[in-house]
């Protein structure tokens, strides 16, 4: 096209008629001329107001409608498309189920997110994306894996983001609102599995591999949904990206609470997350029991009575569980003294070549370190060792009814990570230690005020895992419990269905007071627990390293594993990082520390993007604070997270 000649643009193609059309144009008429120009052209009565230019050739919308032809560079053979905007896609919700919703393509994921979050009434959208679904390699046939899909399909209106009001909290829980007529409630009713089929059939992630190639298919948030190739009606799954829960309140986020736990179910029982056989009854329990209070409760909503309604506001006011979200609240004790613990304590370090096991010292703890003397008298004398708990990993090692309470310590050092393993003999001792171990590696100390919650919340997760020496109330074996449904696959061809049945509805007696929204936020603490909560894994090269090992990340800390153990090899904090960069030719992604040497990795099988959206991400949800009003910053996040902003 020659500024000021005439010319054809003979490549464009309307996709709502299916239609060719050319137009003749010079190079300095604005994009919105020619839409002008080609609605006049195809004279057809419509509303073309959603509809938009999209150049196929360079993958790119072309939204300034004031920009020329011209300023573009779009040359007389471009091909334009003019299609809508707005295009249907079929999200997996975090509970399986399948709807279908009109997303705005042409905006970045980011933003989509947030407007589908509004929609659905789901606060905090930044903690959410959409990921491509997992291929099973053992699955050859696509198309049946396309046919089993559509069974899942939900039925019900579509929805628009954006258009209509979002979901009341009451009208989302009791389903009365015009967006879930034929689907009471769909996201704030959790949807009991139905059939042990269903669970047979999932992707299971075998291996940390396995799990790492699933990371590979989350979404660029800063471009859109058209300029990654996602097709109208593909299946995306709209999951938790971000394992960071900003204020999880019961009373405002009836609607975000059942999401999440949902997607906490499905972690525990397909096994992308491990959990002992103890704490996996307890899963179940909690299951059981949250599957039978939904039930009852949908019943109940037949007749919805505004009594009802008050119950369970008055229900939500009492309970005042909130969930650590990344950041604790500011310490105020730190003015006055700071507590410790000192206590005969076991330590046990594996690395040396030794048959002895455990040996008992007196162990004192204050600030963030552990000093080790032969016994009490000695206190004041040398220790024996000391360590600095700042950046460790902290792993628990528990057994219940065994009465084995074993905390496990990776302590950075030069070279990477020292062990060392402490065996606490009570609850008690071992609820106050773990929780101070988990604060010193964070850099804190017992004064911050999250300490004495840390240490509530382990004594609760264990109390409900005990096993009730008084069994004479377990509830008649009743039908409506599938123990199939309710345990990962691993465990029924360890033990007979029976056998399960008895364990779970003992373990039920722990939780069988509990309402259904206490039940779910302790079925999402419970999984916020377990050691490997909230760690996305991805395949690396790491500068010098000769094999593929993996990265993992986490809310506030890179860690380097080993890729067959999972073991960790070495951590780096955020807190500590000064600046990170991605060379976008080799896919390398280099991070630099305020005192310690810079970490540079490369990719294998997966965009450096993602990585650097996970690590920018992070960084960008811990600059949340309670006084925000709940605009995001948008710009900031993108800033952190596109790398070529």
Same mark, same amino acid.
């Given at each position: 096209?020659?500024?000021?000649?005439?010319?054809?643009?003979?490549?464009?193609?309307?996709?709502?008629?299916?239609?060719?059309?050319?137009?003749?144009?010079?190079?300095?008429?604005?994009?919105?001329?020619?839409?002008?120009?080609?609605?006049? +052209?195809?004279?057809?009565?419509?509303?073309?107001?959603?509809?938009?230019?999209?150049?196929?050739? !360079?993958?790119?919308?072309?939204?300034?409608?004031?920009?020329?032809?011209?300023?573009?560079?779009?040359?007389?053979?471009?091909?334009?498309?003019?299609?809508?905007?707005? +295009?249907?896609?079929?999200?997996?919700?975090?509970?399986?189920?399948?709807?279908?919703?009109?997303?705005?393509?042409?905006?970045?994921?980011?933003?989509?997110? $947030?407007?589908?979050?509004?929609?659905?009434?789901?606060?905090?959208?930044?903690?959410?994306?959409?990921?491509?679904?997992?291929?099973?390699?053992?699955?050859?046939?696509?198309?049946?894996?396309?046919?089993?899909?559509?069974?899942?399909?939900?039925?019900?209106?579509?929805?628009?983001?954006? $258009?209509?009001?979002?979901?009341?909290?009451?009208?989302?829980?009791?389903?009365?609102?015009?967006? $879930?007529?034929?689907?009471?409630?769909?996201?704030?009713?959790?949807?009991?599995?139905?059939?042990?089929?269903?669970?047979?059939?999932?992707?299971?992630?075998?291996?940390?591999?396995?799990? #790492?190639?699933?990371?590979?298919?989350?979404?660029?948030?800063?471009?859109?949904?058209?300029?990654?190739?996602?097709?109208?009606?593909?299946?995306?799954?709209?999951?938790?990206?971000?394992?960071?829960?900003?204020?999880?309140?019961?009373?405002?986020?009836?609607?975000?609470?059942?999401?999440?736990?949902?997607?906490?179910?499905?972690?525990?029982?397909?096994?992308?997350?491990?959990?002992?056989?103890?704490?996996?009854?307890?899963?179940?329990?909690?299951?059981?029991?949250?599957?039978?209070?939904?039930?009852?409760?949908?019943?109940?909503?037949?007749?919805?009575?505004?009594?009802?309604?008050?119950?369970?506001?008055?229900?939500?006011?009492?309970?005042?569980?909130?969930?650590?979200?990344?950041?604790?609240?500011?310490?105020?004790?730190?003015?006055?003294?700071?507590?410790?613990?000192?206590?005969?304590? +076991?330590?046990?370090?594996?690395?040396?070549?030794?048959?002895?096991?455990?040996?008992?010292?007196?162990?004192?703890?204050?600030?963030?370190?552990?000093?080790?003397?032969?016994?009490?008298?000695?206190?004041?004398?040398?220790?024996?060792?000391?360590?600095?708990?700042?950046?460790?990993?902290?792993?628990?090692?528990?057994?219940?009814?065994?009465?084995?309470?074993?905390?496990?310590?990776?302590?950075?050092?030069?070279?990477?990570?020292?062990?060392?393993?402490?065996?606490?003999?009570?609850? +008690?001792?071992?609820?106050?230690?773990?929780? #101070?171990?988990?604060?010193? $590696?964070?850099?804190?100390?017992?004064?911050?005020?999250?300490?004495?919650?840390?240490?509530?919340?382990?004594?609760?997760?264990? !109390?409900?895992?005990?096993?009730?020496?008084?069994?004479?109330?377990?509830?008649?074996?009743?039908?409506?419990?599938?123990?199939?449904?309710?345990?990962?696959?691993?465990?029924?061809?360890?033990?007979?269905?029976?056998?399960?049945?008895?364990?779970?509805?003992?373990?039920?007696?722990?939780?069988?007071?509990?309402?259904?929204?206490?039940?779910?936020?302790?079925?999402?603490?419970?999984?916020?627990?377990?050691?490997?909560?909230?760690?996305?894994?991805?395949?690396?090269?790491?500068?010098?390293?000769?094999?593929?090992?993996?990265?993992?990340?986490?809310?506030?800390?890179?860690?380097?594993?080993?890729?067959?153990?999972?073991?960790?090899?070495?951590?780096?904090?955020?807190?500590?990082?000064?600046?990170?960069?991605?060379?976008?030719?080799?896919?390398?992604?280099?991070?630099?520390?305020?005192?310690?040497?810079?970490?540079?990795?490369?990719?294998?099988?997966?965009?450096?993007?993602?990585?650097?959206?996970?690590?920018?991400?992070?960084?960008?949800?811990?600059?949340?604070?309670?006084?925000?009003?709940?605009?995001?910053?948008?710009?900031?996040?993108?800033?952190?997270?596109?790398?070529?902003?």
């Amino acid at each position: 096209i020659k500024s000021g000649g005439w010319c054809d643009l003979t490549n464009m193609h309307v996709t709502d008629l299916n239609r060719d059309v050319s137009l003749r144009v010079t190079g300095e008429i604005h994009i919105g001329g020619v839409m002008l120009k080609l609605v006049e +052209k195809l004279d057809v009565k419509k509303d073309w107001s959603d509809h938009a230019l999209w150049w196929e050739k !360079k993958k790119t919308w072309l939204l300034k409608t004031h920009w020329t032809l011209d300023k573009y560079g779009i040359q007389a053979d471009a091909r334009l498309l003019f299609t809508p905007q707005h +295009k249907l896609l079929r999200l997996q919700l975090p509970n399986m189920k399948h709807m279908r919703v009109k997303v705005n393509f042409s905006d970045r994921v980011f933003k989509a997110v $947030s407007d589908i979050c509004k929609t659905f009434n789901i606060r905090h959208p930044e903690e959410l994306s959409l990921l491509r679904k997992p291929r099973d390699p053992k699955k050859k046939k696509k198309k049946l894996e396309e046919a089993e899909e559509e069974a899942l399909e939900l039925e019900g209106p579509l929805l628009t983001p954006g $258009s209509g009001t979002p979901l009341s909290p009451t009208s989302a829980w009791f389903g009365d609102s015009p967006l $879930s007529e034929g689907n009471p409630s769909i996201l704030a009713v959790s949807q009991p599995i139905t059939s042990p089929d269903i669970l047979v059939k999932m992707y299971k992630p075998q291996s940390l591999l396995d799990k #790492a190639k699933i990371n590979q298919g989350w979404l660029d948030s800063s471009r859109s949904l058209m300029e990654q190739d996602v097709k109208e009606n593909e299946v995306l799954l709209l999951r938790f990206k971000y394992h960071s829960f900003f204020d999880l309140n019961p009373k405002y986020d009836a609607i975000r609470v059942n999401p999440l736990y949902e997607q906490a179910k499905w972690a525990i029982l397909l096994e992308e997350i491990e959990c002992t056989e103890e704490e996996l009854m307890m899963f179940a329990a909690l299951q059981y029991h949250i599957n039978k209070l939904s039930i009852m409760s949908s019943e109940n909503h037949m007749n919805n009575s505004e009594k009802e309604i008050d119950e369970v506001d008055a229900a939500l006011s009492d309970l005042e569980i909130t969930l650590e979200g990344g950041k604790t609240s500011n310490t105020l004790g730190d003015i006055t003294s700071i507590p410790e613990l000192a206590d005969y304590v +076991k330590v046990f370090k594996p690395k040396k070549l030794t048959l002895k096991g455990y040996k008992q010292y007196w162990c004192t703890f204050k600030d963030i370190t552990i000093s080790c003397y032969k016994s009490r008298e000695e206190a004041h004398l040398m220790p024996a060792h000391q360590m600095n708990l700042r950046g460790c990993e902290v792993t628990p090692d528990v057994n219940i009814s065994g009465q084995k309470f074993n905390i496990k310590l990776l302590i950075p050092v030069a070279d990477g990570m020292n062990e060392i393993w402490l065996r606490c003999d009570t609850e +008690k001792q071992y609820a106050q230690w773990m929780a #101070a171990c988990r604060l010193a $590696s964070k850099g804190k100390t017992m004064a911050d005020s999250s300490y004495s919650l840390e240490v509530q919340n382990i004594l609760s997760f264990l !109390k409900m895992q005990h096993m009730n020496p008084d069994p004479q109330i377990i509830e008649p074996i009743t039908t409506d419990i599938n123990p199939e449904c309710l345990v990962s696959p691993r465990y029924l061809k360890k033990y007979k269905n029976k056998q399960i049945l008895a364990r779970i509805l003992e373990a039920h007696q722990n939780v069988a007071q509990m309402s259904l929204i206490e039940a779910k936020m302790r079925f999402i603490q419970a999984w916020q627990s377990l050691p490997e909560f909230g760690m996305t894994h991805f395949l690396a090269k790491f500068q010098g390293g000769k094999k593929d090992e993996l990265i993992g990340i986490t809310y506030n800390r890179l860690i380097r594993m080993d890729a067959s153990t999972g073991d960790a090899i070495k951590t780096w904090r955020f807190s500590n990082m000064k600046q990170w960069n991605v060379n976008w030719e080799i896919k390398m992604v280099t991070v630099e520390f305020a005192d310690e040497p810079s970490l540079a990795f490369i990719c294998a099988e997966v965009d450096c993007k993602v990585v650097h959206e996970f690590i920018g991400g992070y960084i960008f949800l811990s600059t949340r604070a309670k006084d925000q009003n709940e605009s995001l910053d948008e710009e900031m996040f993108y800033k952190l997270t596109s790398g070529w902003i």
